[in-house]
């Protein structure tokens, strides 16, 4: 079966939205050349057959309540890294010098 991934979902959305299991994120990333860490694109499509350890109770429920999970971020989300500042975030030697 082949999908289309929507805005900001990532691997393991995918995984559980339309296998019913999270784990079944390694078979989804080698099945279509990627990486479990791999940011998707929106309308992407991806091969999510030859699954065989489906749940088919969680799967049955995210159906029928029609959730389709997007919890992934986008690269540009990504980017904006706010400036952290304090001594929690200094590096030794670097930005915070001991005498």
């Known amino acids: 079966m082949e999908i289309k991934v929507l805005n900001k979902q990532s691997i393991l959305d995918i995984a559980i939205q339309h296998t019913g299991d999270v784990q079944n994120c390694f078979d989804i990333a080698i099945a279509n050349g990627m990486a479990v860490s791999d940011l998707l694109?929106?309308?992407?499509?991806?091969?999510?057959?030859?699954?065989?350890?489906?749940?088919?109770?969680?799967?049955?429920?995210?159906?029928?309540?029609?959730?389709?999970?997007?919890?992934?971020?986008?690269?540009?989300?990504?980017?904006?890294?706010?400036?952290?500042?304090?001594?929690?975030?200094?590096?030794?030697?670097?930005s915070f010098k001991v005498s």
Do not use: F, H, W
Not at 60 to 72: D, E, F, M, R, V
């Open 41 to 94: 694109t929106t309308g992407k499509a991806l091969s999510v057959s030859d699954i065989t350890n489906a749940k088919a109770d969680v799967l049955q429920y995210y159906q029928s309540k029609n959730i389709k999970p997007a919890t992934g971020t986008t690269l540009s989300e990504e980017r904006q890294v706010p400036s952290l500042k304090g001594i929690g975030y200094m590096q030794l030697e670097n």
